[in-house]
Nanobody, 138 residues
């Protein structure tokens, strides 16, 4: 099992910045794909950014150029640096890890799987944190 704990959420004005952190513990594997997702009440969860074992990153179009995902392997910590925040970025942000073929116990490695896990449905991330709230005011 892997435990994920997100921190760093809060309230900020539009055009401001926040950096989220996700500390991983337990049976953490450096080959894991890790990513950030967000969910607004009443809407489906959406992928924000992901990073694979080689450091290749993928982003949703709506955050490209504004958000940066990174990880510190030594600290088993994932980060999401968010700049130029907009009110529509207000959501609960979740950290997730380990890509698998959806609905199976088969781990999926590599850039394609990590990219696919961000949007689904062929791949999914199976370990999830409890989330951290980000609120952006206009």
């Amino acid at each position: 099992q892997v435990q994920l704990v997100e921190t760093g959420g809060g309230s900020v004005e539009a055009a401001g910045s926040l950096t989220l952190s996700c500390a991983a513990s337990g049976r953490v594997d450096s080959s894991y794909c890790m990513g950030w997702f967000r969910q607004i009440p009443g809407k489906d969860r959406e992928g924000v950014a992901a990073i694979d074992m080689d450091g290749t990153t993928n982003y949703a179009d709506f955050v490209k150029g504004r958000f940066t995902v990174s990880k510190d392997k030594a600290k088993n910590t994932l980060y999401l640096e968010m700049n130029n925040l907009k009110p529509e970025d207000t959501a609960m942000y979740y950290c997730a890890a380990e890509a698998r073929i959806s609905g199976t116990a088969m781990r999926a490695l590599g850039t394609q799987a990590c990219r696919g896990a961000l949007s689904g449905p062929q791949y999914e991330l199976v370990y999830w944190g409890q989330g951290t709230q980000v609120t952006v005011s206009s």
